[in-house]
C-alpha cells in the first residue's frame, strides 16, 4: 500500500515537471499578431489594401489586435494572407519561406514562425513590380529578389 502512494506521488510530480517544461513552448509558439499587423499596414497602395484568410481564426485574432487592417471575402480582397488557396491572380503572402523561395512572381512576402520566433519578408522588386510601397522605417523587412536564389548569393 505504501508502494502504490510513492507511485502516485512521483507520477504527479512527473506530470506537473513536463506541464511546466511545456508551458513556456506553448506560450511564445504564436504569432506576433502586433508585429505582423503594423508590418502589413505599412504596405500602401493608392487604396486601403484588404486581406483575405481563411482561418476564422487566425482573422478574427488580427480583428481584435488591429484597427485599419481589413480582412474581406476572396473575391474582394487584394493579397491572400497565409492562405491555402494555390493558382489565384491575387497577390499572396505566404507562411514559409520555402514556399516565398519556390514561389512565382505572385507572392510578394512570408511571414512564419520559425525558433518561436514570428519571422517576416517581403520581397522588394515584386512588392515595386504589384505597384506596393512601404516606407523606410520598415526596410529591416524587405529582402531582395537575389537572396532568395542561392547562385546569386555567391560571388562571381
Known amino acids: 500500500m505504501l508502494y502504490s502512494y510513492r507511485y502516485k506521488g512521483f507520477i504527479v510530480k512527473k506530470v506537473i515537471f513536463y506541464w511546466l517544461m511545456l508551458l513556456p513552448i506553448l506560450g511564445f509558439s504564436d504569432l506576433d499578431v502586433n508585429k505582423v499587423t503594423k508590418v502589413l499596414l505599412s504596405i500602401e497602395q493608392n487604396k486601403p489594401?484588404?486581406?483575405?484568410?481563411?482561418?476564422?481564426?487566425?482573422?478574427?485574432?488580427?480583428?481584435k489586435n488591429s484597427k485599419g487592417l481589413h480582412f474581406s471575402s476572396l473575391a474582394e480582397a487584394d493579397i491572400l494572407f497565409m492562405s491555402k488557396?494555390?493558382?489565384?491572380?491575387?497577390?499572396?503572402?505566404?507562411?514559409?519561406?520555402?514556399?516565398?523561395?519556390?514561389?512565382?512572381?505572385?507572392?510578394?512576402?512570408?511571414?512564419?514562425?520559425?525558433?518561436?520566433?514570428?519571422?517576416?519578408?517581403?520581397?522588394?522588386?515584386?512588392?515595386?513590380?504589384?505597384?506596393?510601397?512601404?516606407?523606410?522605417?520598415?526596410?529591416?523587412?524587405?529582402?531582395?529578389?537575389?537572396?532568395?536564389?542561392?547562385?546569386?548569393?555567391?560571388?562571381?
Not at 105 to 110: N, P, W
Open 49 to 63: 489594401l484588404k486581406y483575405f484568410n481563411e482561418n476564422v481564426s487566425l482573422t478574427s485574432k488580427f480583428q
Open 85 to 156: 488557396i494555390k493558382n489565384s491572380s491575387k497577390l499572396v503572402i505566404t507562411d514559409s519561406y520555402e514556399k516565398l523561395q519556390k514561389s512565382d512572381k505572385s507572392v510578394i512576402g512570408a511571414v512564419y514562425i520559425k525558433k518561436e520566433r514570428t519571422h517576416i519578408f517581403l520581397v522588394r522588386e515584386r512588392l515595386k513590380r504589384s505597384g506596393l510601397r512601404v516606407p523606410s522605417k520598415m526596410k529591416k523587412y524587405l529582402i531582395s529578389e537575389c537572396n532568395l536564389n542561392l547562385l546569386c548569393l555567391l560571388p562571381s
